[in-house]
């Protein structure tokens, strides 16, 4: 699985999840066929229980038209932080790391998520101009 690129992440699937997509059909105890749209065409379609989410209830799902979001060939999209909302200091072991919560924009949804303070200083300076 070495250098394996899924979704725009390198050597690892990426933690956020993709999108809404029926489930076609059960293989095995613990894997699921999706019926992935044709943009998807180069992911393998056949994923773990742990990588799905349940949607509980009678609400609605949010469903997202497939033309809204601009996929490059590697099926990632682009989004961009916005703002930082708050900040923090987490003891990992025997040192602490500052981290920021980030708001997200992208073209589908706004997200907020907990990023390291330092790479986010490299990667986004602005942000931290006062």
Known sequence: MKGV??????????LRY????EVM????????????????????????VSYSKKIFGE???I?????????????????????????????RRNRKVSLVKVLWNNPAFQEETWEREDSMRTKYPYLFVI
């Open 5 to 14: 690129t899924r979704f725009g992440k390198k050597e690892k699937l990426s």
């Open 18 to 21: 993709v999108g809404l997509f």
């Open 25 to 48: 059909e059960r293989v095995g105890a613990i894997a699921y066929r999706l019926d992935l749209p044709a943009k998807m065409q180069e992911v393998h379609n056949v994923f773990h």
């Open 59 to 61: 609400r609605q799902p």
């Open 63 to 91: 469903v997202m038209e497939a033309g809204s979001i601009r996929l490059q060939a590697n099926l990632s999209y682009e989004k961009w932080p916005v703002h930082i909302v708050d900040s923090k200091e987490q003891e």
